[in-house]
């Protein structure tokens, strides 16, 4: 009967672990360790007349790849990645296995999860319990114990976090470096990697194009160069000798007079920015390119496969300089001014925090240029935002805030055949003036608002003040969308509503790329206040997805706090080693 040669019996098993216990014995090993058991284990017997899936691997066999899945579970590695790593750091391992080479995650994984039959499992299984307790029984020390206080040593969390960490930021400034966005002509002195890092020293510095290139070059001047003639290492020209501030920006080779220029100062960055990036343009398309890079990387991890929910919003860069300058708008006061450059984003929300798609200013340009070209009215912007996120996800709703409130915004929602949920203030005195009188849970379908027809309702919320929790009061909540309400309006209304908060965080993501991402500057070029405000937004994406990568690897979920702090990603950033 077939069924019966396929039951191994467990005294079968037994036998051949002692067998291998003897074996191991005679090779007088001080301290043999679980792959010295396994080695002499004839695996290929006990499993030989089990039931086989199709398995055509020919590089690694099934007989090696089993034992090392028994080597997996008898020293209590769950992780294919660890796996993976411990073979390629440990060739005698690998050689007792029966491996040429250390097999990748992917192939561990698929043996564990596709080949491997459950009753091959099984016997695994009786196999790691019987050399367990044989082990025990003969008091032999198979070393498990000192392989599992290595393994918390290496997979402790940190650990992790910084190799995957790493991992994804080399991949991410590899990516600026190769952009053409700080491409430089091919007899320029300086690399677009030294412009690179000056930059990110800036954002750590929080500080100004000078400043930032003074810190930079004095790092720079701690490492040692060597000349590309000769190969001898590189001087300093004495401190005496220095007059002038070009001085300090070159090394010299004492052997043939090679020179060599250290670093980039803040009006070469300046200079390099301007000159590059001639019109907004072509700044616009630069950064499109470089954003649209990005999320070809995000896409590969499937991260907004499902339809989101994504937020527009508009802010307000503050300006104390001269109100003429290019690009200056008049904005509701704040710090100290009524002027500030403006800008809009869209979001996708996922996660608990806001992914940037792209972010486009608003231009209204007097200087004899036509205003036809440029981006000067907010529905032309939420246009092409919007236009743009639809290329890149499936959207389940726009979600608004009052700011862009009208007839005009509907019609284009409608128009590009979008669903919609924008919060209702005060101000829309219309709205207001003629829901007042209804109860406090109402739904308007048909509400005729311009030149078209919208739906309304409002619903009553608790809400405690932030200055004090403890209050709580509750508060009228009106909201529009172009969505006809269907089913049980009330219940219809409380389930929008939930939506509106999943707009989630909008001042934390502006603080963080106002704040921690942008490089400082006093210049009134329009361009480089443009373009600085841009790779804050770039790089605020690209912290968001190394977050998101980290969680994903270390998790398999995203928590709600970041793990990585802005400022470790910047230092990583700027210190990964990277050619050119
Ligand atoms: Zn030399």
């Given amino acids: 009967m077939p069924e019966n040669t396929r039951i191994i019996s467990k005294d079968n098993i037994t036998k051949e672990i002692i067998k291998a216990f003897a074996l191991l014995g005679k090779c007088n090993k001080k301290y043999p360790k679980t792959e010295d058991i396994i080695y002499y284990i004839n695996l290929e017997k006990i499993i030989k007349n089990t039931l086989k899936k199709k398995y055509q691997g020919s590089y690694y066999s099934y007989n090696s790849l089993s034992k090392l899945v028994l080597f997996m579970d008898l020293n209590k590695m769950?992780?294919?990645?660890?796996?993976?790593?411990?073979?390629?750091?440990?060739?005698?391992?690998?050689?007792?296995?029966?491996?040429?080479?250390?097999?990748?995650?992917?192939?561990?994984?698929?043996?564990?999860?596709?080949y491997l039959t459950d009753e091959t499992k099984e016997i695994l299984y009786q196999i790691r319990d019987k050399i367990i307790q044989i082990a025990n029984d003969f008091n032999i020390d198979l070393g498990v114990k000192r392989q599992k206080k290595k393994k918390i040593r290496w997979s402790t969390k940190q650990y992790h976090l910084d190799y995957e960490m790493k991992k994804a930021i080399k991949l991410l400034k590899g990516l600026l470096i190769e952009s053409k966005m700080i491409k430089i002509r091919n007899?320029?002195?300086?690399?677009?990697?030294?412009?690179?890092?000056?930059?990110?020293?800036?954002?750590?510095?929080?500080?100004?194009?000078?400043?930032?290139?003074?810190?930079?070059?004095?790092?720079?001047k701690r490492e040692i160069r060597m000349c590309k003639v000769c190969g001898k290492s590189l001087l300093y020209p004495l401190s005496k000798k220095v007059k002038k501030d070009w001085a300090?920006?070159?090394?010299?080779?004492?052997?043939c007079d090679y020179r060599e220029r250290i670093?980039?100062?803040?009006?070469?960055?300046?200079?390099?920015?301007?000159?590059?990036?001639?019109?907004?343009?072509?700044?616009?398309?630069d950064f499109e390119l470089m954003f649209e890079k990005v999320w070809y990387r995000t896409k590969k991890y499937n991260l907004f496969r499902e339809p989101v929910n994504i937020s527009v919003d508009r802010t307000e860069i503050p300006f104390y300089?001269?109100?003429?300058?290019?690009?200056?708008?008049?904005?509701?006061?704040?710090?100290g001014t009524k002027f500030g450059y403006i800008q809009y984003t869209v979001y996708v929300s996922k996660f608990g925090r806001r992914y940037t798609l792209f972010s486009l200013p608003l231009i209204k340009f007097k200087k004899g240029i036509p205003e036809?070209?440029?981006?000067?009215?907010?529905?032309?912007?939420?246009?092409?935002?919007?236009?743009?996120?639809?290329?890149?996800?499936?959207?389940?709703?726009?979600?608004?805030?009052?700011?862009?409130?009208?007839?005009?915004?509907?019609?284009?929602?409608?128009?590009?055949?979008?669903?919609?949920?924008?919060?209702?203030?005060?101000?829309?005195?219309?709205?207001?003036?003629?829901?007042?009188?209804?109860?406090?849970?109402?739904?308007?379908?048909?509400?005729?608002?311009?030149?078209?027809?919208?739906?309304?309702?409002?619903?009553?919320?608790?809400?405690?003040?932030?200055?004090?929790?403890?209050?709580?009061?509750?508060?009228?909540?009106?909201?529009?969308?172009?969505?006809?309400?269907?089913?049980?309006?009330?219940?219809?209304?409380?389930?929008?509503?939930?939506?509106?908060?999943k707009r989630g965080g909008i001042e934390t993501s502006y603080r963080l790329i106002k704040e921690e991402f942008s490089p400082k500057t006093k210049s009134k070029k329009y361009i480089i206040r443009l373009f600085y405000f841009e790779l804050a937004?770039?790089?605020?994406?690209?912290?968001?997805?190394?977050?998101?990568?980290?969680?994903?690897?270390?998790?398999?979920?995203?928590?709600?706090?970041?793990?990585?702090?802005?400022?470790?990603?910047?230092?990583?950033?700027?210190?990964?080693?990277m050619p050119g």
């Fill in 78 to 114: 769950q992780n294919q990645s660890e796996t993976e790593r411990y073979l390629k750091k440990h060739k005698r391992v690998r050689k007792k296995l029966g491996l040429i080479s250390a097999p990748d995650q992917s192939m561990i994984s698929k043996f564990k999860n596709h």
């Fill in 263 to 285: 670093s980039p100062n803040g009006e070469t960055l300046l200079y390099h920015i301007f000159s590059k990036f001639e019109t907004i343009e072509k700044l616009m398309k």
């Fill in 372 to 501: 036809s070209k440029f981006l000067y009215h907010q529905n032309l912007i939420l246009k092409q935002l919007l236009i743009y996120a639809k290329r890149k996800v499936k959207i389940k709703y726009v979600l608004l805030d009052n700011g862009f409130f009208s007839s005009d915004t509907f019609n284009l929602i409608n128009e590009l055949g979008l669903k919609c949920l924008i919060i209702v203030k005060r101000k829309e005195k219309k709205i207001i003036q003629e829901t007042e009188d209804f109860p406090s849970h109402s739904v308007f379908p048909n509400f005729k608002y311009g030149n078209c027809k919208i739906t309304v309702f409002m619903i009553r919320k608790k809400t405690s003040p932030k200055n004090n929790p403890r209050k709580i009061t509750e508060a009228i909540w009106r909201y529009a969308t172009n969505v006809k309400p269907v089913g049980n309006l009330i219940e219809w209304a409380d389930t929008m509503a939930k939506l509106y908060p």
């Fill in 537 to 577: 937004v770039l790089f605020y994406n690209l912290w968001i997805f190394v977050n998101i990568l980290v969680f994903f690897s270390l998790f398999d979920d995203v928590k709600k706090n970041p793990i990585i702090h802005t400022l470790d990603f910047l230092q990583e950033m700027y210190h990964v080693d």
């Fill in 187 to 220: 007899n320029s002195v300086y690399s677009p990697k030294e412009y690179i890092n000056l930059l990110i020293k800036m954002m750590m510095q929080k500080t100004y194009a000078e400043t930032g290139s003074r810190q930079f070059r004095r790092d720079l």
């Fill in 248 to 255: 300090l920006n070159y090394v010299y080779c004492p052997e």
């Fill in 321 to 335: 300089g001269d109100i003429n300058a290019d690009g200056i708008e008049g904005k509701k006061p704040e710090k």
